[in-house]
């Protein structure tokens, strides 16, 4: 029995001897008579205190001299103290006397059997009893029921999934549960509960730890899918209106399409939230229609599609046509707000991939080159030392060139502004390397700084308005401006290929915001450190002269009418709540003899007199929300005031105010609304690692599960999705401190070596180390090398070697090794 079982039973013990159940004597010792039972020894089990030795004996005269208390305390002192009871069998017997004889029984305190003590005062036969007493296991298992631990999760543990309290008992259906969470949480196999290893691990530390195969912990997967579908479902029964954001995504290894669907709405908290509805495969050819089909049933299954508030997609042209359909069918139902002017929302960040895509077009050559120089440094570890050399002479801040991705303008973006600070070693470099032909001139260096000015700004505005975590939509106004601001500041450049990059950039930009746009203007106006301020700064330099006030007065009206919707729907819900002054009572004594109803309405004196005053009294006119929220001024920082104004979450200002009723929901709807599918398109890279080259075969129905159930899952527990590039980073850092403490010893060798002799066995041992730890970072990166395919994204790890090389001066050897751990990285497995 277990300690839980132990303390129930002890507990059992002490209040389990008020039964009133018949008596049950039970003589383990036949052939005694009473005689010889008053005279059993007490065993080193049996025996009592003293105390219980001198309330058993009712014969002993008493004795009130005080000489006889002084003789008998003196004499206490030579007593041989008897030990107290230690047997378990004690916490659930007790000894009563029996008859005239006063025989001495040991009965038990649930059922109230009876078992006759022994000479040697033994208690075998009690501990068979208590194993079996059907009264004790009955009250042991209510008990047990009752009683729970605490379960304090770790301090870094964000997860509110599971109760403080447990029973302490191994449950294996809940350890399946977790399983196929694990496994959904972190994107793994279902043949990863199979492992040798994995059920060791939970065997060791469960005993009771059942294998579970790959079959199984599918199914378990399911339900959990099902289990967070259905709480989903009706979480989303409470909100009032969500956003959406889709876009399309091609596996590379199943060669199908999927649409990914995800929902951002603000809870009763306040706080942001998101989650993938629905990953579903598309069949071609996916015109508009069919993807407005595909949107519309999933919105179905959701029961939101009187809720959709906003739908975020790309500009791809089969996406406005879908929306087109999608703003009929909702417009027929009426149910969009703003007569459906909010309704389409054209990503931002895809936008402005457009713009710099275009404007690069100009220097694609110059490009070419740097990405060649780059890829050509990195090819070889002896054109990188060269490099490295050449940088380590000019004093250089800068230790790493970095790859870019083709397809991502802000990764060349990133790789520009990098080579760009090694612009005097390139020409350096050719001198020493004869096959390097591409080398960039001078005139493309300043060419690229000119380019990386302008793509700059691009760069921080990307980064400002995609995030996912936090309201944007009211920063997009802001960033808009001071892109269009830029442009017209360059289009009249000296330089002719930056004239002509701009003006192509400003062609994109008219074609998407050259209208007013009412989404990015009414949720800027939301901002208490904006309102009606930012409308009148930001469109005289967006829009030409001649149509700055009428967008003016086209937002101002879009944005009153909007709150009149909310004013309508806020007057409606009130008076279905709290109109009606009827009281319905279930009165038994009242009800009729017949089978109609049992129910009678009541309408009291007071309910009259308040429909006579509704119609009667004139209704005093409330002032315009709006107006006053305009009246009030703009939110700024005093000199007393914490407030940090410059990151202001407009969200939580809108939270915490108690002066208006109904602009806080206008303004939470607002400010939900995504101006970017990044949400989405997150989500693609999670379906790249669990659609891997092993996992091609997954049917369609199977993959939704698992992106979906993951990102409930991650949310549910407060997980935060780490990328495999990371993951590897931290072994990686773990094996260069390891190889880095053994070269410190071969350092000290190269140093004094020809003064201390032979290598002593430390500096064997550190070599071995270093060499083991150096092939341990080798197989590591190898085997990393499908995760890690842009490790130049991350160059502070490749800047610790030239920083422990010169700043700390450790030997060319150790130097040589760390070098060879970073080649591995970027070179193929059969260059290695």
């Known amino acids: 029995m277990d300690k839980s079982a132990e303390d129930a039973s002890s507990q059992l013990g002490r209040t389990g001897g008020n039964s009133t159940s018949p008596v049950n004597i039970i003589d383990t010792e036949g052939g005694n008579d009473n005689e010889e039972e008053l005279e059993y020894s007490l065993g080193d089990e049996e025996l009592g205190s ?11 005269p008493v004795q009130t001299s005080n000489q006889d208390a002084i003789e008998g305390d003196t004499l206490d002192a030579f007593k041989k103290k008897k030990r107290a009871r230690k047997s378990e069998a004690w916490d659930d017997f007790e000894d009563v006397e029996v008859g005239p004889q006063k025989t001495i029984y040991s009965e038990c305190r649930h059922c109230q059997s009876r078992f006759k003590k022994t000479k040697t005062g033994t208690t075998s036969s009690l501990l068979r009893h208590r194993k079996n007493c059907s009264k004790r296991l009955e ?20 997860s509110n ?42 065997k060791r530390g469960m005993p009771e730890w059942q294998k579970i195969s790959r079959t199984i912990n599918k199914k378990d997967c399911l339900s959990v899918y099902e289990r967070e579908k259905q709480k989903l479902k009706h979480l989303l029964s409470k909100v009032k209106k969500i956003s959406l954001t889709t876009d399309l995504w091609k596996s590379k290894n199943q060669k199908i399409e999927y649409m990914v669907i995800t929902g951002h709405w603000i809870d009763t908290q306040w706080r942001l939230q998101k989650r993938v509805l629905n990953f579903v495969h598309v069949p071609p050819p996916r015109p508009g229609i069919a993807i407005a089909d595909a949107i519309y049933k999933c919105m179905l299954d959701w029961g939101i599609e009187t809720k959709i508030y906003t739908v975020s997609v790309d500009n791809a042209s089969n996406n406005d046509t879908a929306l087109r359909c999608l703003k009929d069918t909702f417009s027929r139902n009426k149910c969009l707000l703003a007569k459906g002017k909010l309704f389409h929302v054209r990503c931002c960040a895809h936008i402005l991939n457009l713009m710099v895509q275009d404007g690069l077009s100009e220097i694609q050559e110059i490009i070419h080159d740097i990405r060649a ?8 570890e002896g054109r990188r030392l060269i490099f490295g050399e050449i940088v380590h002479q000019l004093r250089l801040p800068e230790k790493v060139l970095i790859y870019d991705c083709k397809t991502r303008w802000n990764s060349t973006y990133e790789m520009l502004a990098c080579a760009l600070k090694f612009h005097e070693v390139f ?46 939509a009211n920063l997009y ?37 050259g209208e007013c746009n009412l989404m990015m203007s009414i949720a800027a106006i939301l901002d208490p450190r904006l309102k009606m301020r930012v409308i009148n700064y930001c469109f005289p330099l967006i829009y030409p002269p001649h149509e700055v006030q009428a967008n003016i007065n086209k937002v101002r009206q879009a944005l009153y009418d909007l709150y009149a919707e909310y004013v309508e729907v806020h007057v409606s819900s009130s008076r279905d709540s709290g109109a009606s002054c009827q009281i319905v009572t279930n009165d038994p004594v009242s009800k009729s003899s017949s089978s109609s109803s049992s129910t009678m309405t009541h309408v009291t004196g007071m309910c009259e007199f308040l429909s006579h005053i509704a119609t009667v009294e004139p209704v005093q006119p409330e002032k315009n929300e709006l107006d006053i929220y305009f009246e009030d001024g703009l939110l700024t920082a005093t000199e007393k005031s914490s407030l940090d104004i410059v990151n202001l979450d407009a969200l939580k200002w809108w939270k915490n105010t108690t002066k208006y009723k109904i602009l806080p929901k206008m303004a939470a709807d607002i400010l939900a609304i995504p101006v970017s599918t990044v949400a989405s398109e997150a989500t693609f890279s999670a379906g790249t690692r669990v659609l891997d080259s092993y996992r091609a075969s997954l049917a369609p129905e199977t993959v939704e599960m698992l992106m979906c159930a993951g990102d409930w899952c991650r949310k549910l527990h407060g ?29 000290v060798y190269d140093l004094f070596g020809g003064r201390l002799g032979p290598p002593c066995p430390g500096i064997a041992i550190a070599i071995a180390i270093a060499n083991l730890s150096r092939f341990n970072m080798f197989l590591l990166l190898i085997r990393g090398r499908e995760e890690v ?11 610790m070697c030239f920083t422990l090389r010169d700043g700390n001066g450790i030997s060319e050897s150790v130097y040589f090794d760390i070098k060879l751990s970073f080649i591995c990285i970027d070179a193929a497995p059969e260059e290695v």
Not at 435 to 442: G, I, K, L
Not at 483 to 509: G, H, P, R, Y
Not at 719 to 732: A, G, H, N, R
């Open 50 to 60: 003293e105390e219980e030795q001198l309330e058993g004996d009712t014969q002993a």
């Open 139 to 158: 009250k042991l298992k209510i008990v047990e029921a009752r009683q729970q631990k605490l379960n304090f999760p770790a301090a870094d543990s964000r």
């Open 427 to 472: 020409p350096r470099f050719k001198d020493r390397e004869p096959s390097y032909t591409f080398c960039p001139s001078t005139e493309d260096w300043e060419k690229v700084k000119k380019v990386c000015s302008i793509l700059g700004v691009f760069w921080n505005a990307t980064h400002i308005i995609s995030g996912s975590d936090y309201p944007t």
């Open 477 to 513: 106004l802001n960033e808009v401006c001071r892109i269009k601001t830029l442009l017209d500041s360059k289009a009249n450049d000296e330089d002719n290929f930056i004239q002509l990059m701009v003006w192509k950039m400003k062609m994109k930009f008219d074609k998407y915001w």
């Open 161 to 202: 999934a599971h109760s403080l309290l447990h029973t302490g008992k191994f449950d294996m259906a809940a350890m399946r549960q977790s399983a196929a969470e694990w496994v959904l949480m972190h994107e793994h196999p279902f043949s990863i509960v199979e492992e040798d290893g994995f059920n060791l691990m939970m």
């Open 719 to 747: 997980v935060k999705k780490m990328d495999k590039v990371i993951y590897i980073l931290s072994f990686l850092a773990i094996g260069l401190f390891i190889h880095l403490a053994a070269g410190f010893f071969i350092c």
């Open 789 to 799: 395919r842009d490790f130049n994204d991350y160059p502070f790890l490749c800047e």
């Open 373 to 380: 120089s780059v890829e050509f440094v990195n090819k070889t």
